[in-house]
């Protein structure tokens, strides 16, 4: 069983900026794939950015790409997205999930344990 709390989340303006955190309890850190997600009012939760258990491999989504970076360090069972000119559309829960696995993932399903998510707001 793994546990995750997010923070980091608040209000800013557009083009400003965030690092959120997720700190993992429970089954060891170091070994799982982990990912940050979002779900904005009314839509479906969306996949932000992956990496794998290392750190060595990463992943997003084409709207993230450029201006997200997500890390880890597995000595502070931490894994962190700095998020940059963030915009008002991208209003929402940022959710942090791990895999079972250590592998990259870039899917929902492929992801076990959920954070109970933290709230970014963008004022335009």
């Known amino acids: 069983q793994v546990q995750l709390v997010e923070s980091g989340g608040g209000l800013v303006q557009a083009g400003g900026s965030l690092r959120l955190s997720c700190t993992a309890s429970?089954?060891?850190?170091?070994?799982?794939?982990m990912g940050w997600f979002r779900q904005a009012p009314g839509k479906e939760r969306e996949f932000v950015a992956g990496?794998?258990?290392?750190?060595?491999?990463?992943h997003y989504a084409d709207s993230a790409k450029g201006r997200f970076t997500i890390s880890r360090d597995n000595a502070k069972n931490t894994v962190y997205l700095q998020v940059n000119s963030l915009k008002p559309e991208e209003t929402a829960v940022y959710y942090c999930?791990?895999?079972?696995?250590?592998?990259?993932?870039?899917?929902?399903?492929?992801?076990?344990?959920w954070g109970q998510g933290t709230q970014v707001t963008v004022s335009s």
């Open positions: 999930a791990a895999s079972a696995g250590g592998g990259l993932y870039i899917t929902s399903g492929q992801y076990v344990y």
């Open positions: 429970g089954r060891a850190f170091g070994a799982l794939a």
């Open positions: 990496i794998n258990w290392s750190g060595g491999s990463t």
